[in-house]
């Protein structure tokens, strides 16, 4: 593979990094100080919308869909040095429509479903006018094996009767929130992994009931939140059905596959600032008679940091590149190694960042607490650590047998 980025992803590169300067970066706390209010989950920052519609006119719009006439015609490795930018700020993956859980649901509309969910909900989520969410994870069992869960997607004459609870369904707060892919069982009896369906569920459909909103380490992600959702004697048009009963887990490893990548770009990104802050504050206080940039085990610091990023920046880059040449299920080892380093990368730079700026580390003067926040999700969403390498480790066994 080539590593020289070529001149379309240059020039895409240039104006997204002015872009951040001249909008994003500013407006982060403003974001923030519009959000304080007596409903956080009710309020959409109007600076939000602001910069949405500044990004569409610059171009700066979904960005991240590979072979579809709906995005910007990118591949996945060209996409990956634009995604890394955007993750430079909690906010921007939004800004340019590139954030999860979106991007994966509208992959996944774009992939397997028909020419009527395209026109009402694909066309919409590409417009930035609504958002959605995915709905797998389950609070009463293991969901890092998805063949444990257990709603029910039963057919019923021309309808789906949806039937469970599901929790971390992220975007689930968000007032402009108003699909949801729903995972569940249409056949016990099936093969294991044939018994899982797809099912597109509006949120204001009868049964459907947000429960609660889970916090994360305290941060409550407003408005975008992560839902319990109670999904009762639901009942949907059969017509909602994604792909067909029984394909559900092979759509889930469809979706996840990029959405796993965008993850760890994103990753990337969000390490690069945190050493970019870490590199600029150590510059500028002293202790014991010197600066800190001066004590040899912040110089360590320093140089491992490098050193990590860029090992997993290239990483990433062959996994995007595989993707693109021999599709994702022949990427799925790269792609889940990636997904085991970038994050463990990120949270190590981040730690020592935040122990360089002492008690500031630790408030949200600066975004290191948040981002770690964050990126310490990353270790359990779309499957914990210990799956990937569990899968990494079976594919290594396999050449030797």
């Not at 593979?1 to 104006?15: A, H, I, R, T, W």
């Not at 992994?193 to 509006?202: A, C, E, F, G, T």
């Not at 004590?295 to 590149?321: C, F, M």
Request: net charge negative; glycine share 8%.
């Amino acid at each position: 593979m080539y590593f020289e980025y070529s001149d379309k992803v240059k020039g895409l590169q240039e104006k997204l990094n002015n872009f951040m300067d001249k909008y994003v970066y500013p407006n982060e706390k403003l974001y923030e100080e519009q959000l304080q209010s007596n409903d956080r989950f009710a309020v959409v920052p109007p600076i939000m919308e602001e910069l949405k519609q500044k990004a569409k006119e610059e171009g700066l719009w979904n960005l991240f869909l590979p072979q579809s006439e709906h995005g910007a015609g990118l591949t996945n490795l060209e996409y990956a040095p634009l995604c890394e930018i955007m993750g430079r700020s909690s906010i921007a993956p939004e800004v340019f429509n590139c954030a999860a859980p979106d991007t994966g649901n509208m992959e996944t509309i774009v992939r397997y479903g028909t020419e009527e969910h395209k026109e009402k909900w694909l066309k919409p989520l590409l417009d930035g006018e609504i958002r959605s969410c995915f709905s797998m994870t389950e609070p009463d069992v293991a969901s890092s094996d998805a063949t444990n869960i257990q709603a029910s997607i039963v057919r019923d004459g021309d309808e789906y009767v949806i039937n469970g609870t599901k929790w971390w369904s992220s975007g689930a707060g968000d007032p402009r929130c108003k699909i949801a892919i729903v995972m569940g069982k249409n056949d016990p009896t099936a093969p294991k992994h044939k018994q899982q369906s797809m099912i597109l569920v509006p949120l204001d459909t009868p049964g459907v009931k947000v429960k609660r909103l889970l916090p994360v380490f305290g941060y409550d992600h407003a408005p975008h939140g992560h839902a319990e959702i109670e999904y009762k004697d639901v009942r949907v048009p059969a017509s909602n059905m994604l792909l067909g009963e029984g394909r559900g887990f092979e759509i889930a490893q469809g979706r996840l596959g990029p959405g796993r990548i965008h993850h760890c770009m994103r990753t990337i990104g969000a390490a690069e600032r945190a050493l970019e802050l870490l590199c600029k504050r150590v510059q500028e206080r002293e202790t014991f008679g010197k600066k800190l940039a001066e004590q040899g085990v912040i110089q360590e610091w320093i140089a491992d940091a490098r050193i990590n990023i860029e090992q997993a920046r290239l990483l990433t880059l062959k996994a995007a590149y595989m993707m693109d040449t021999v599709g994702n299920k022949e990427a799925k080892a790269e792609i889940a190694m990636i997904k085991v380093v970038a994050p463990n990368m990120a949270l190590e730079i981040l730690d020592k960042a935040i122990q360089a700026f002492g008690a500031a580390g630790v408030t949200e003067d600066f975004p290191l607490a948040s981002s770690w926040v964050k990126i310490r999700t990353l270790r359990l969403a779309d499957g914990p650590d210990e799956v990937h390498r569990r899968a990494i480790a079976r594919q290594e066994l396999k050449k030797y047998q």
